[in-house]
């Protein structure tokens, strides 16, 4: 039984960043839901098809597309034998109470649950400052003031 970890947060919050510090400690693998969106789309799945259309549709990818493709990573035998942290799963109730019905299905635990909170202004600079690598196939997250691209 692998354990899974959930880091909560705002956006800019720091879960991201947290996560890979976490992550190089414990050994478990960062799972991201963005990642997760943008290898299906690119390993040209079933799944990844369906995001694909939504978002060239300008529409959002729906809790059901989001929480099979977690319940697919988290079935995978890396995650069975390393446990992970989930970064950007969930998000909303609707959303953790699938992934209590995932856990149960993959033999995975819940072991801890992190809530991030920081201060509006400090997420705001965090934000307007972030810059995205637009190579889809890189997606590195830079930042104009602490981290230049």
Known sequence: MADIYVFLGPPGAGKGT????????TGAI???TGQLLRDEMSQQSELGMQVKDLIAKGGLVSDDIVAAMVAKRLAQPDIQ?????LDGFPRTTPQADMLAGILPKTGNRLAAVLLIEAD?????GRLTSRRVCPNHACGAIFNVKTQRP
């Open 18 to 25: 947290l996560g890979d510090f976490f992550c190089a400690e």
């Open 30 to 32: 960062h799972v991201s």
């Open 81 to 85: 034998a390393k446990g992970c942290l």
């Open 120 to 124: 509006r202004d400090m997420l705001i």
